[in-house]
């Protein structure tokens, strides 16, 4: 198994057992971080480029099409440490930040929350229910969407979704798999630890120390990464 798939396992299982570790500090690594977002009244945090929109998905879903972006679904709720860690740390390094903002239309949901959301299949539901549907059991949970609307329409979320990302990851991986939505790269790999894998292999070519990076509050990669 390479360092890269491994890395990637051993995230998920410290995720699920709550057994992660870490702050952010105003610098790392001689990167400067960005400001932390506000809490909302909901508890959680806001970035300033979280889409408010009606959360009917056919709509927002077209909306990010003609804007050049893919939807994605963005699951926390209150007092979630490892939502808090996804602002504290991931968001707020420039480079993850300005390519999720640039890339993709971000939903915020409430794993507990009443707002009603209106599916691809055109069933409305609120928040925490229709968080049931979609089989989401833990926080921060992304899903992601086609690109192209018809692709999703008539169908619930959870089968339209074409990448999911179940919990906390570490800079490295988190901006990674964004990549790997925007780039279509499950497409050609449904599998995203083995697409990964080949990312590494690009990385290390490029002289990039992958093994210090997997772990690294920091994200520090050559031009065209």
């Known amino acids: 198994m390479s360092s890269v798939k491994l890395a990637f396992v051993l995230t998920i299982a410290l995720t699920l057992l709550g ?5 952010a500090a ?11 977002p506000e809490t909302g009244d909901d508890g959680l945090h806001k970035q300033a480029w979280f889409q408010e929109t009606f959360f009917d998905l056919k709509e927002d879903l077209t909306e990010a099409k003609a804007q050049g972006k893919r939807l994605v679904i963005i699951w926390e709720q209150r007092g979630c440490p490892y939502c808090r860690k996804t602002h504290e740390i991931n968001f707020r390094i420039p480079r993850i930040a300005n390519y999720v903002k640039d890339n993709f239309f971000v939903l915020q949901l409430n794993l507990w929350g009443d707002r009603e959301v209106t599916d691809f299949d055109g069933e409305v539901l609120p928040e925490k229910d229709f968080a049931r549907k979609n089989r989401v059991l833990f926080t921060p949970t992304f899903q992601f ?78 031009e065209g990464f």
Do not use: C
């Open 19 to 23: 057994t992660g570790t870490g702050t």
């Open 26 to 36: 105003d610098s790392k690594d001689g990167v400067v971080s960005l400001p932390m």
């Open 145 to 222: 969407f086609p690109e192209n609307p018809e692709e999703a329409m008539g169908k619930p979320a959870w089968q339209a979704e074409v990448h999911r990302m179940p919990g906390y990851f570490w800079p490295f991986h988190f901006y990674f798999q964004f990549r790997y939505v925007k780039e279509n790269g499950y497409i050609g790999q449904p599998s995203f630890q083995r697409w990964l894998d080949g990312q590494g292999d690009k990385l290390q070519g490029a002289g990039v120390n992958v093994e210090e990076a997997l772990h690294a509050e920091s994200l520090h990669l050559p």
